[in-house]
């Protein structure tokens, strides 16, 4: 199946619209304790943070960090999930399509990208990085998790780039971050079982 960027991104939200209450009530219990502990770790203990959850969903990160009394916005393509998001943490949740950002610069401290990523197309994902790297403020920390594997396409409604650890890291060192930490997920489990891979990087200054 070809399709253009902006089919890609709309088939893609649009299948997160239809089936938004769905998503919520299969993913609001997922236990992302170790994402959200490894996002925040480099950071100073009782440090408050702007952060950014990029492709924050319904709201369930957003909400945690906000918890902890750092200052949490979240950004999502779809707008169901912006007025779930809103409602469930009266924060500041921003509907931006990932391909089309207006992100101020040096806005946060880190950016917690849990399982949105991969959907942006390979040849969209150096420009996004560089955009993401410009929201930083110096030093500040990117967080990306997202399946793994070698291909990129459709899976049903939604598109998916799926990459192994070497082509991320480079994705990476070329928009300017230097990667910390990485790991795979969920924990226990034979490396062919865990079919999450997570990076921690920081923003490298120019």
Known sequence: MTSSLGEIEN???????QNAIAFWQGTK???VSQNRAAFLAPFAAGEVLDILDFGCGPGRDVKYFQSLGHRAVGLDGSKEFCHMAREHTQCEILQQNFLKLTLAQQAFDGIF????LFHIPSQELPRILVELHTALRPGGILFISNPRGNQEG???QRYGNYMQL?????????AGFAVLDHYY??????KNEQPWLAIVSRKIIA
């Open 11 to 17: 088939i893609t939200i649009n299948h997160y619209d």
């Open 29 to 31: 219990d997922h236990d």
């Open 113 to 116: 990208a849990n399982a949105s």
């Open 154 to 156: 459709w899976s049903g």
């Open 166 to 174: 070497k082509d991320s890291q480079i994705y990476l060192q070329d």
């Open 185 to 190: 997920r969920p924990t226990g489990k034979p």
